[in-house]
């Protein structure tokens, strides 16, 4: 049970990190009053709007991060963006210890001739838009054309193939923004995936790759910047590479597309002028190969500006100074699943139950920071918001995710208007 004299702590981001920390907390400072900020009205941050709409077994994971809220007495406070709503410092002043884990919202950008060329365009802004993020709405115009490529060779960036593969018909039980995904997806032919690692060192998951053999009528090509499949020594990849190789040929009557595999191959320049017209890369073995496309999406990582810098120390452990900490994506950069979260928020939570131990805190917590009323959402305006997505899901979907702002304070009971 928590009183006045009772340790303050601020957790900024609700994303996976900032979750399992409160959740962490929990035990290790088990009379703290914990408050959970989001700069959005919604919580959960990229298991909402980066894992994938079709991935609901992986966003399920925002049910066992609900009941911190539902029953465990932690706080949470919508809507206010430290930094421009309400500064670092002052959050620090009326808490005894608070936790960045603002995560790392930008793509990182393709560094080669032309990667500014309109039409590449960034994997985060795809996912989100397919996730219905209310700053990613596609212009009316916005297309990605008959023929897109993907750079990269992570977990996002199979993610992306298989998004932009799948038909409306195939995302039954998602939450996918149907509207946003057949602007995407409703003209792309043909897919191709530019790795510039070779098969073997490609960082994706072989449960992503094999999702990508549940297509029926896709043609797949596969090409190696050097050696060939015989030579890849991971067996399960290649066994995999071979079902998408032998599923289907141009001879199908039903063919959907064709999707190019090219691995061992670094992009090497954008051509093309007010819109991108070929993506030139080269193998391994120095040769040189052009793909005519319409849209690139570059899947090679993320990056942003952590709210605080990040010491070495910080980094190291997940504490910057005394009352000063760090965890998720802000802290490690753009590494780590959502389970890897869980572990890191374990170790930070000891550090901080050690800082905090005997803590007769004078802090004031969330109600020191007199925020104006109504102009946050807390947990209940949250619900409101989700209640209201259920309801209005289309057959076939688990949800109808609200992608703007006005809605979802709207749903919440608060006037659009409301000011900080
Ligand atoms: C497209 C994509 C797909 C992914 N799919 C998977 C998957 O299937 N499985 C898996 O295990 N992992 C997946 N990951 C990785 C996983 O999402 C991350 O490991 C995890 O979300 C990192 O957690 P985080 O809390 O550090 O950051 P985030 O999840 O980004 O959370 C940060 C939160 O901070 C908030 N915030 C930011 N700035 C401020 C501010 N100034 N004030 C207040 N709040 C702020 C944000 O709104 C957000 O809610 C995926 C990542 C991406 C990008």
Redesign the pocket.
Same mark, same amino acid.
């Given at each position: 049970m928590s009183d006045s004299n009772s340790p303050k702590i601020a957790i900024?981001? *609700? %994303? #996976? *990190? %900032?979750c399992y920390s409160a959740q962490a907390l929990l035990k290790t400072v088990p009379n703290a009053e914990i408050t959970v +900020?989001?700069? =959005?009205p919604v #919580? +959960?941050?990229?298991?909402r709007f %980066? @894992?994938?709409a079709d991935?609901q077994g992986?966003k399920g994971v925002t049910k066992q991060f609900a009941r911190l809220f539902e029953r465990q007495g932690v706080k949470f406070v919508g809507n =206010?963006? @430290? !930094?421009?709503h309400v500064e670092l410092d002052t959050i620090r002043e009326h808490f005894d210890a608070v936790i960045v884990?603002? !995560? =790392?919202?930008e793509d990182r950008q393709l560094d080669i001739p032309g990667s500014a060329t309109p039409g590449v365009v960034g994997?985060?802004y795809i &996912?989100r838009a397919l996730n219905s993020h209310p700053e990613a709405k596609l212009p009316l115009d916005y297309s990605l054309g008959e023929v897109c490529i993907v750079v990269g060779a992570g977990? @996002?960036a199979i993610?992306c193939m298989r998004l932009l593969t799948k038909n409306g018909t195939e995302f039954t039980g998602s939450d996918v923004h149907d509207d946003n995904h057949q602007q995407l997806s409703g003209k792309l032919r043909e897919l191709h995936l530019v790795s510039r690692s070779g098969v073997d060192q490609a960082k994706f998951d072989d449960s992503m790759l094999r999702e990508m053999t549940h297509f029926e009528h896709v043609r797949h090509e596969l090409h190696f910047g050097s050696g060939d499949l015989a030579a890849v020594t991971n067996e399960n990849r290649r066994d995999i590479l071979t079902i998408l190789q032998d599923k289907c040929t141009d001879a199908d009557p039903e063919l959907r597309g064709v999707i190019h595999w090219w691995f061992g191959f670094a992009p090497h320049e954008v051509h093309g002028g007010n819109l991108v017209d070929t993506l030139e890369i080269v193998g391994e073995d120095g040769t040189h190969a052009l793909i005519k496309t319409d849209s690139v999406i570059t899947a090679i990582g993320?990056q942003g500006d952590p709210?605080v810098p990040v010491t070495e120390a910080g980094r190291e452990t997940g504490k910057i100074e005394q009352g000063l900490y760090v !965890? %998720?994506?802000?802290r490690r950069g #753009?590494r !780590? &699943?959502?389970? *890897?979260?869980r572990i890191d928020a374990l170790e930070l939570a000891k550090i901080i139950g050690a800082d905090l131990a005997d803590l007769n805190s004078t802090k004031s917590g969330v109600a020191g920071l007199n925020l104006t009323p109504g102009s946050t959402i807390d947990y209940d305006g949250w619900k409101r918001i989700e209640q209201k997505e259920i309801e209005a899901a289309r057959s076939g979907r688990a949800r109808h995710k609200f992608d703007s702002i006005e809605e979802m304070l709207k749903e919440a009971g608060m006037q659009p208007t409301s000011q900080h």
């Open positions: 900024i981001g *609700s %994303g #996976p *990190s %900032g +900020f989001d700069r =959005l #919580p +959960f941050g990229l298991a %980066g @894992v994938a991935h992986t =206010l963006n @430290v !930094g421009e884990a603002t !995560g =790392l919202h994997a985060g &996912t977990n @996002v993610d993320f709210l !965890g %998720g994506w802000a #753009p !780590g &699943t959502i389970a *890897s979260q």
